[in-house]
C-alpha cells in the first residue's frame, strides 16, 4: 500500500468538518487553553504559502495542548472590512460584499486543505452586521465614559454630569481637552443642554474634535501613521498631505501608563515590548510657560530638562501650531505660509525619521523668557510635530544636538550653560552630570538639583510646574470610506447623539458609487436612504430631514482596526448564544483572555495597543474581568520569495539574455565571445542592462526560463528577443510579493505533496521568529521523511504493526523522541522538532521496530504537525476515535540511563579499539578487564605498559 496522500488528506478533513472534531465548549471540566491567530484580511489573491507559516505553529500548539488534556479554543474568521475591497469596488463596480464573500471562500479552502483545527462553528466577519452591532455598541460605551483620574479608570458619564450638577468642575480631576473653563454647579444647571454637551464632549472618551490627519486625495480618506510608507499610501503609492478635519477620536492617552504598567504583566519579548514602551513614551519634565511680546497669548512646552531653562535661546513651533498664524509679523507672513504648505506635503513619519535636513522660518515674534525676560525668537519648524506634546520645543542649542544644528545653520545665539564643557560638534557628549553655569540661581547645580529648584521657581511665578507627558497620542477613529462600520451616530443641531442598542445594528446603506462626493463629502454621503428617525428608530430617506424628529446620520466610517479591537471576546461566545450580548458572563469568565497569540509584527503598535485600550476601557465598565488581552504573543518571521529575474538590454528593449552571458559579458575583457554575441544584436559595445522581474512559474528547478510562456505572459513581452536558446535567469531573495511575482501557491504545493509535508516544511525552513527563504525543492525531503514513515507502519500487505514486545533500544527511541518533542513544542522550536523525527524514524526502521507500543505513541507525538497521515495511521491501527483525543506520551527517563558503555581503547593516546563494559564497573575492574583483553595482549605484544589511565564511563588509556 503507497502513501496516497492526496486521498488520505481528504478523508479526514471530511471526517474533522462532518464531527466537528475542533468544537471548543464552553462547560468543559478541563483546564481552558485559548489559541488564536491574528485574523486575516481576505484579499483576491488569496494565501501564498508564506501566509500560512503563523497559522501552522499555532495549530501544532493548539493540537499539543489538546492532547495534554486541556479544552482548547482554536477560533478563525477574517477582518473583512477595509480599503482594499473598496478600491477594488470603485475599479469594477462591485459591491465590496460581493467580493469580500468570494475572497472569504477562497481563503476557507486553502485553510481547510492545510488541516488547520480550527472551530469554525465559532467563525467571524467584522463586515458581519450581526458582528458590527457589537463594534457599534462598544463605540457607545466609549462615548458614554469618562476618565476619572482619581479613581485611574473609566466611569460611565452619568457620574461626571452628577458631580457639575453638584459641585461644578472645579475638583474634577479627569483626561479631558486642554481647553476646559472652570464653572459651577449652578453655572452647569443653567447652561443650555447643547452647551452641556459641548462640555461633555470635552471629557468623553471618544469624542470630535478638530485634528490633523494624514489626508489621501486619492484615496479620498484619511490614513493612519502605519498606512503611509515613505511619504505615500501604502496603498497605491498615492501622495499623502497633513490636513485639518473634524474628526472623532479616541482618548487612549488617558490609558498611558496602564499601557505602559501592563507590559510588565504579559508574556511579550522585550523587544516587542520595547517598541510599546517607546510609542507610549513616557517622560518626566515640567510644563513650562512662556508669554508672547505684545499678544496675550502663551505658548507652552513641555521639557524633560527644565535645569536648561537658562540656556533657551529661540522656540520652535511646529508649522501646524495654532499660534503660529496669529503671531506672525507681515514681514514674515509670506515665507511663513509658503514653508507650512511645503511641509504638509510631508507625513509625520518622514519628518520624525528625517533627522539631516535643517529648515525653518522665523516668525518674527518673540518670546519672553520667563526669568531673564529676555526676547526670545520664535521660528517654526518640521522637526517639531503637533502632534507630540505641545507642538512647541524650547530650543537649548547647547544641550541638544538638533537646536544646536538648527542654531548653527540660523545663526541664532548659542549660551553655554554647562560649566567647563566646550560647545563644539566635536565635544558634544551627554552632559548629565555637569555642573549648571551662567543660569543665575542655578549655579553649581547638578542637573537633578537645578531642575527641581527650576520647577519651584517656575511654579512660584505661575509659568511651569512639574508634569510627566507621553507620547501616546488621541487616536483618530473616523475614515472617508464606504467599506467599513457605520458609527451609530446622528446630529441634532450638530451636535453627536448615540442611536439605542436596542435598535442596533446601523447597517451601511446602498451607493451608486464609492467615491466621495463631488462636495467632498465621504461615500455615505451618496446614500439616499441615510437618516435617523427618532419617532420610529428606523433609518428612512434624506429627503424626510426636517431636524426636529428626523436628523441626518454620521457619514464617516469607522477605520480596519475597529472591528480587530475586540474579535477575540466575540468568539468566546458560541454561535448558539451570541443574539444578547458580544460575549456572555460564563464565557467571558470560562475563557478570560488569549493564552497564546500568534501574529505578525507589523501588528506591534496600532492593533495591539487599541485593544488592549479597549480591553481596559471594558473592564472598568464591568462588561469583562480582564485588563490584557493577550497573556503571551508571539511575532511569526516572515517567509521570503526567491524572486527571478532576466536582463533586459536598455539600448533594445525587446533583447534579453541569460545570467550566465551578463556574466560572462561583465568578464569581457577575457571573454571576447560574450562581448561580441551582445554587440551583435544591440549595436553597441557599450550596452547597459537593467534587471526584469519573472514569474517564478515560468521557472524550472535548474532556474531555466520557459520563454513560450514568458513571450505569452505580458503584451510588453510579446516580441522578446533572447540571444541565447537557454535562459538562466539570476536568483535574488525578497519579500514574497505579487509585485514581485515570486509568490507560490500553496493549492500547488498541497496538490504535489501534500498538507502535511507543507506544514513539516515551513516548520522545517528554520526558528518561528526568524525570516527564512522559500525554496519549493527543499519540500521533497520532507514529503520523502512522510514517505519513509508510511514504510514503517505499512508495508505491501497492509499494515506491519504487531504486539511484538519493544526492545530496549526501541524504547531508548521513542522516549528520547517524546522528551525532546515536547520540550521543543513548550519552547516554540518547531524546526528542530521536525529534525527529531526524521531521526527518530530512521532508527527505527533500522531496529526494523513493529511495536505497537513504539509506533503508536510516536504517531500522537507527530500528529500535531502532520496531522492526516497520523489520523489515517491511527485509524488503521484499530482507534475509532481522532488521534486528537489521544494522551500526549508520558517521558520516561529510566529509558535514556545507559546500562553499559562502549570505552575507547587507546595506546599511548591513539584509540586502537572498542569495548562495551558495564556502566556500574569499578575502576580496577575496569583495568584488570581491559589488560585480560586479548586485542590489548596483542597489541602490547610483550611490553608492560608505564601507567593505565582509567577515566569511568569515558575512557582508557595505555601509556607505554
Known amino acids: 500500500m503507497t502513501y496516497d496522500f492526496n486521498t488520505i488528506e481528504k478523508k479526514w478533513q471530511d471526517y474533522w468538518s462532518k464531527n466537528q472534531t475542533f468544537k471548543a465548549s464552553n462547560t468543559s471540566d478541563k483546564p481552558k487553553y485559548y489559541v488564536l491567530d491574528m485574523f486575516p484580511y481576505p484579499s483576491g489573491a488569496g494565501l501564498h504559502v508564506g501566509h500560512p507559516l503563523g497559522y501552522i505553529a499555532s495549530d501544532i500548539y493548539a493540537r499539543y495542548k489538546r492532547h495534554k488534556g486541556f479544552n482548547v479554543l482554536h477560533p478563525q474568521g477574517y477582518d473583512s472590512f477595509g480599503l482594499p475591497a473598496e478600491q477594488y469596488a470603485i475599479q469594477t463596480g462591485q459591491h465590496p460584499a460581493v467580493t469580500t464573500e468570494a475572497n472569504i471562500k477562497t481563503y476557507r479552502r486553502q485553510l481547510d486543505q492545510i488541516g488547520f483545527s480550527f472551530d469554525w462553528s465559532r467563525e467571524v466577519r467584522t463586515s458581519n452586521p450581526e458582528y458590527y452591532k457589537w463594534t457599534q455598541w462598544i463605540f457607545i460605551q466609549l462615548f458614554e465614559s469618562w476618565y476619572n483620574n482619581d479613581s485611574n479608570k473609566a466611569e460611565h458619564i452619568d457620574t461626571l454630569v452628577e458631580k457639575f450638577a453638584s459641585e461644578g468642575n472645579a475638583t474634577v480631576n479627569a483626561a479631558c481637552d486642554d481647553d476646559i473653563e472652570s464653572f459651577s454647579a449652578e453655572d452647569w444647571n443653567n447652561y443650555s443642554s ?314 451601511l446603506p446602498e451607493v451608486e458609487k464609492y467615491l466621495p462626493t463631488e462636495e467632498g463629502e465621504p461615500p455615505l454621503g451618496r446614500a439616499d436612504v441615510w437618516a435617523w428617525d427618532t419617532e420610529s428608530n428606523t433609518v428612512v430617506s434624506n429627503d424626510k430631514i426636517n431636524h426636529t424628529t428626523i436628523h441626518p446620520l454620521e457619514l464617516n466610517t469607522m477605520p480596519g482596526w475597529a472591528g480587530s479591537s475586540w474579535y477575540f471576546f466575540r468568539y468566546m461566545e458560541d454561535a448558539a448564544n451570541r443574539d444578547g450580548v458580544f460575549a456572555s458572563e460564563d464565557a467571558l469568565k470560562y475563557w478570560e483572555n488569549v493564552d497564546l497569540y500568534i501574529g505578525g509584527s507589523e501588528h506591534a503598535t496600532g492593533h495591539l495597543l487599541y485593544s488592549r485600550f479597549w480591553v481596559k476601557l471594558l473592564k472598568d465598565r464591568g462588561f469583562v474581568n480582564v485588563e490584557e488581552p493577550f497573556k503571551k504573543l508571539i511575532n511569526q518571521g516572515m517567509i521570503l520569495g526567491t524572486s527571478a529575474f532576466v536582463y533586459r538590454v536598455n539600448e533594445r528593449r525587446d533583447v534579453f539574455i541569460s545570467k550566465d552571458l551578463f556574466d560572462a559579458f561583465l568578464n569581457s575583457q577575457t571573454n571576447e565571445e560574450a562581448s561580441k554575441r551582445i554587440l551583435a544584436v544591440t549595436g553597441t559595445e557599450t550596452p547597459t542592462f537593467s534587471k526584469v522581474h519573472v514569474d517564478v512559474n515560468f521557472v524550472n528547478a535548474s532556474d531555466e526560463l520557459d520563454i513560450s510562456k514568458f513571450r505569452n505572459w505580458r503584451a510588453e513581452f510579446k516580441h522578446a528577443k533572447f540571444i541565447e536558446d537557454k535562459i538562466i535567469v539570476l536568483r535574488e531573495v525578497e519579500k514574497m510579493s505579487k509585485s514581485k511575482y515570486n509568490v507560490v501557491n500553496p493549492d500547488n504545493i498541497v496538490a504535489d505533496y501534500g498538507a502535511d509535508s507543507l506544514r513539516l516544511y515551513e516548520m522545517f525552513l528554520g526558528p518561528l521568529e526568524q525570516y527564512k527563504p522559500w525554496n519549493t525543492a527543499g519540500i521533497t525531503g520532507v514529503h520523502n521523511f512522510l514517505k519513509k514513515m508510511w514504510k514503517l507502519y505499512v508495508g505491501e500487505n497492509g499494515l506491519k504493526v504487531n504486539d511484538a514486545e519493544p526492545t530496549k533500544d526501541n ?150
Open 811 to 960: 524504547l531508548k527511541t521513542l522516549h528520547k523522541t517524546i522528551k525532546k518533542v515536547q520540550e521543543d513544542i513548550e519552547n516554540f522550536s518547531f524546526n528542530t522538532s521536525v529534525s527529531t523525527f526524521m531521526i527518530a524514524v530512521n532508527e527505527l526502521t533500522a531496529q526494523k521496530c513493529t511495536s505497537k507500543e513504539i509506533l503508536e505513541p510516536l504517531l500522537v507525538l507527530i500528529s500535531p504537525y502532520a496531522p492526516h497521515i497520523a489520523e489515517e495511521l491511527w485509524s488503521q491501527l484499530g482507534h475509532n476515535e481522532s488521534i486528537s483525543t489521544a494522551v500526549f506520551p508520558t517521558f520516561d527517563a529510566s529509558h535514556l540511563v545507559e546500562s553499559s558503555k562502549k570505552y575507547p581503547i587507546s595506546f599511548n593516546g591513539k584509540m586502537r579499539f572498542t569495548l562495551e563494559l558495564p556502566m556500574d564497573m569499578p575502576k580496577d575492574e575496569i583495568e584488570k578487564t581491559v589488560m585480560a583483553h586479548e586485542k590489548t595482549i596483542a597489541q602490547l605484544d610483550g611490553r608492560t605498559p608505564k601507567k593505565v589511565i582509567v577515566v569511568p564511563g569515558k575512557i582508557v588509556n595505555i601509556v607505554g
Open 194 to 507: 447643547e452647551q452641556q454637551q459641548e462640555i461633555l464632549l470635552k471629557y468623553r472618551l471618544t469624542y470630535l474634535a478638530e485634528t490633523e490627519v494624514n489626508w489621501c486625495p486619492a484615496l479620498g480618506t484619511v490614513l493612519a501613521n502605519d498606512e503611509i510608507v515613505n511619504g505615500v499610501s501604502e496603498r497605491g503609492g498615492h501622495p499623502v498631505v497633513r490636513k485639518k478635519m473634524t474628526q472623532w477620536s479616541m482618548r487612549i492617552s488617558a490609558y498611558a501608563e496602564r499601557l505602559l504598567q501592563g507590559l510588565d504583566t504579559v508574556d511579550w519579548t522585550d523587544a516587542l515590548k520595547d517598541i510599546q514602551k517607546n510609542w507610549i513614551g513616557k517622560s518626566v519634565g515640567a510644563s513650562v510657560s512662556f508669554n508672547v511680546n505684545g499678544h496675550d497669548d502663551i505658548i507652552d512646552v513641555f521639557t524633560t530638562r527644565p535645569d536648561t531653562i537658562f540656556g533657551v535661546s529661540f522656540m520652535t513651533l511646529a508649522p501646524e501650531h495654532e499660534l503660529v498664524s496669529q503671531i506672525t509679523t507681515a514681514e514674515q507672513k509670506e515665507a511663513v505660509e509658503a514653508y507650512i504648505e511645503k511641509t504638509a506635503k510631508r507625513s509625520e513619519r518622514d519628518r520624525m525619521a528625517d533627522v539631516k535636513t535643517i529648515s525653518g522660518v522665523f516668525t518674527g515674534a518673540y518670546a519672553e523668557h520667563p526669568f531673564s525676560k529676555e526676547p526670545i525668537p520664535i521660528w517654526i519648524g518640521d522637526y517639531v510635530l503637533a502632534s507630540y506634546g505641545t507642538g512647541a520645543v524650547m530650543a537649548v542649542p547647547c544641550g541638544d544636538q538638533r537646536d544646536y544644528d538648527f542654531a548653527k545653520h540660523f545663526d541664532i545665539a548659542i549660551p553655554n550653560i554647562f560649566e567647563g564643557v566646550d560647545i563644539s560638534e566635536e565635544a558634544y557628549a551627554s552632559k548629565d552630570n555637569v555642573k549648571i553655569a551662567n543660569s543665575d540661581f542655578l549655579n553649581g547645580l547638578a542637573y537633578k538639583k537645578a531642575s527641581k529648584l527650576a520647577i519651584y521657581q517656575l511654579e512660584q511665578l505661575g509659568q511651569g510646574e512639574g508634569k510627566t507627558n507621553y507620547r501616546l497620542r488621541d487616536a483618530v477613529f473616523s475614515r472617508q470610506r464606504y467599506w467599513g462600520e457605520p458609527f451609530p451616530v446622528y446630529y441634532v443641531n450638530g451636535m453627536p447623539q448615540m442611536i439605542d442598542k436596542a435598535h442596533l445594528p446601523i447597517v
